[in-house]
């Protein structure tokens, strides 16, 4: 019988580093702070900014909200973003996805200064990931990484798929576990046979958006599975595995809610301080 991973218990320990480095910061006068773009009426959208708003404050961080209606034009937005820019008081920049419709989301994006890019999103960032430097990395692959390391997974030699291939969670994800040395596959919309894929992965990292996509005949004896999907089912989240009819097969697994979702707000906080340190 597998495991459900224990996320919480893996966040808060994260809570405990990083007070210890923002104090470690106020000492010098530095004082991190995240300004956060809501420019959408999605009531998910809001939840999520609050929570992040939340946690600022129970670390100890500034933030500061720019929330802007649907008559915002893309110029007006853009400037807000270069001015922050600028500021030498803000660390980070974060622009809550998805946007209105009528924004277009790749240029505003890219408008974030990539010093300032705390999300990870900016072409630069990306790239640098692909080649191995050090940069800010996309939060919930980061998050994903982080509960592996807890779990002490040595990733040298394993074989890991993804299935999922967006700019915000699949393709970082694959660079983070190939530079982990892992023998990486990702799978998309278009892969044939995706249970072929699947079921030979030792590390399995679902990032997909639809519910129960994956079921038991589709997973590895003894893997170990990140369920990153989140959907609203009757008011309720599920993710895109099957847990129930998986867990007596694997030997992690994450769930949802509770699972990769709780890490991803913590490397957010963890990519401001990794940016407030380099001041
Ligand atoms: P996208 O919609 O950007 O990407 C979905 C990916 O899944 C695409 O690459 C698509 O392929 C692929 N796909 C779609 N259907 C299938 C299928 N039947 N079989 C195989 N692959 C398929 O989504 P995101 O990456 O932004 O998010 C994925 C999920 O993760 C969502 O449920 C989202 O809510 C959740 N999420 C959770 C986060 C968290 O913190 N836990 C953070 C971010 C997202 P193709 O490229 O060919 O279209």
Same mark, same amino acid.
């Given at each position: 019988?597998?495991?459900?991973?224990?996320?919480?218990?893996?966040?808060?320990?994260?809570?405990?580093?990083?007070?210890?480095?923002?104090?470690?910061?106020?000492?010098?006068?530095?004082?991190?702070?995240?300004?956060?773009?809501?420019?959408?009426?999605?009531?998910?959208?809001?939840?999520?900014?609050?929570?992040?708003?939340?946690?600022?404050?129970?670390?100890?961080?500034? &933030?500061?909200?720019?929330?802007? *209606?649907?008559? @915002? %034009?893309?110029?007006?937005?853009?400037?807000? =973003? !270069? #001015?922050?820019?600028?500021?030498?008081?803000?660390?980070?920049?974060?622009?809550?996805?998805?946007?209105?419709?009528?924004?277009?989301?790749?240029?505003?994006?890219?408008?974030?200064?990539?010093?300032?890019?705390?999300?990870?999103?900016?072409?630069?960032?990306?790239?640098?990931?692909?080649?191995?430097?050090?940069?800010?990395?996309?939060?919930?692959?980061?998050?994903?990484?982080?509960?592996?390391?807890?779990?002490?997974?040595?990733?040298?030699?394993?074989?890991?798929?993804?299935?999922?291939?967006?700019?915000?969670?699949?393709?970082?994800?694959?660079?983070?576990?190939?530079?982990?040395?892992?023998?990486?596959?990702?799978?998309?919309?278009?892969?044939?046979?995706?249970? &072929?894929?699947?079921?030979?992965? *030792?590390?399995? @990292? %679902?990032?997909?958006?639809?519910?129960?996509? =994956? !079921? #038991?005949?589709?997973?590895?004896?003894?893997?170990?599975?990140?369920?990153?999907?989140?959907?609203?089912?009757?008011?309720?989240?599920?993710?895109?595995?099957?847990?129930?009819?998986?867990?007596?097969?694997?030997?992690?697994?994450?769930?949802?809610?509770?699972?990769?979702?709780?890490?991803?707000?913590?490397?957010?906080?963890?990519?401001?301080?990794?940016?407030?340190?380099?001041?």
């Amino acid at each position: 019988m597998g495991e459900i991973v224990n996320v919480k218990e893996i966040v808060e320990s994260k809570k405990v580093e990083l007070k210890r480095r923002i104090e470690n910061l106020k000492e010098k006068r530095i004082f991190p702070k995240l300004a956060l773009i809501l420019a959408n009426d999605d009531k998910a959208s809001r939840v999520y900014v609050g929570n992040k708003r939340k946690l600022c404050h129970e670390l100890g961080v500034l &933030e500061e909200e720019y929330t802007f *209606d649907e008559n @915002v %034009v893309e110029e007006e937005l853009i400037n807000v =973003i !270069k #001015k922050l820019n600028k500021d030498d008081s803000v660390d980070g920049i974060l622009v809550q996805l998805p946007l209105y419709n009528h924004l277009n989301e790749s240029k505003i994006l890219d408008c974030i200064s990539p010093n300032k890019d705390v999300d990870g999103f900016h072409p630069l960032n990306l790239g640098k990931l692909m080649i191995g430097e050090k940069t800010t990395v996309s939060c919930t692959p980061k998050g994903v990484m982080t509960i592996l390391e807890s779990l002490n997974v040595n990733l040298s030699g394993k074989d890991a798929v993804i299935v999922g291939r967006s700019r915000i969670v699949g393709k970082p994800m694959a660079q983070l576990l190939l530079s982990k040395n892992a023998t990486v596959t990702t799978c998309h919309s278009k892969t044939k046979d995706l249970k &072929e894929y699947t079921k030979k992965a *030792d590390i399995l @990292v %679902v990032a997909v958006g639809v519910p129960h996509l =994956i !079921k #038991k005949d589709m997973v590895k004896e003894g893997a170990i599975v990140l369920d990153v999907g989140i959907n609203r089912i009757d008011g309720k989240l599920q993710g895109d595995v099957d847990t129930q009819d998986v867990l007596e097969k694997v030997e992690y697994i994450t769930s949802v809610p509770g699972g990769v979702g709780l890490t991803t707000v913590i490397s957010l906080m963890e990519n401001l301080i990794e940016i407030a340190e380099r001041r």
